[in-house]
C-alpha cells in the first residue's frame, strides 16, 4: 500500500515536499517513482529511484534541476522536493511501486498510490 501527501496550492517560484509512504510487501520493491497528470492530458513520468543499492535516480527532462526525489529506506518512505514549481506543474501526483526494478514506464510499476493534487498559480 501507498500513502502519498504533500500537495497543495502553491505559487509560481514557491517549493513543495510530496512523501510516499509504503506498507505491505516492501522486502518485493526495487525502485519508486513519481508520476503525474494534468486534466485532459496523460500520465507523465517525472522520477524514479532505484530503492536498493545506489539509489539511482532519474528525471524527466522538465524537472530536472528543480525537482529532487530521494528515499529513506528506514522510513519506507520516498520523497519528491519540487522547487521553483511552475504553473505547467500542477497536476495529480502519484507515486508507485515496481517489483522489476526502477522503471520509467508506468506499465511496468505493480502498485500505486491515490495521487495528491499540486496547483501552481501563476
Known amino acids: 500500500q501507498l500513502q502519498a501527501s504533500g500537495g497543495g496550492l502553491v505559487q509560481a517560484g514557491d517549493s513543495l515536499r510530496l512523501s510516499c509512504a509504503a506498507s505491505g510487501r516492501t522486502f518485493s520493491v526495487l525502485g519508486m517513482g513519481w508520476f503525474r497528470q494534468a486534466p485532459g492530458k496523460e500520465r507523465q513520468f517525472v522520477a524514479r529511484i532505484s530503492w536498493r543499492s545506489g539509489g539511482n535516480t532519474y528525471y524527466e527532462d522538465s524537472v530536472k534541476g528543480r525537482f529532487t526525489i530521494s528515499r529513506d529506506n528506514a522510513k519506507n518512505t520516498v520523497y519528491l522536493q519540487m522547487n521553483s514549481l511552475k504553473p505547467e506543474d500542477t497536476a495529480v501526483y502519484s507515486c508507485?511501486?515496481?517489483?522489476?526494478?526502477?522503471?520509467?514506464?508506468?506499465?511496468?510499476?505493480?502498485?500505486w498510490g491515490q495521487g495528491t493534487q499540486v496547483t501552481v498559480s501563476s
Open positions: 508507485a511501486a515496481s517489483t522489476r526494478g526502477a522503471p520509467i514506464a508506468a506499465s511496468a510499476y505493480d502498485y
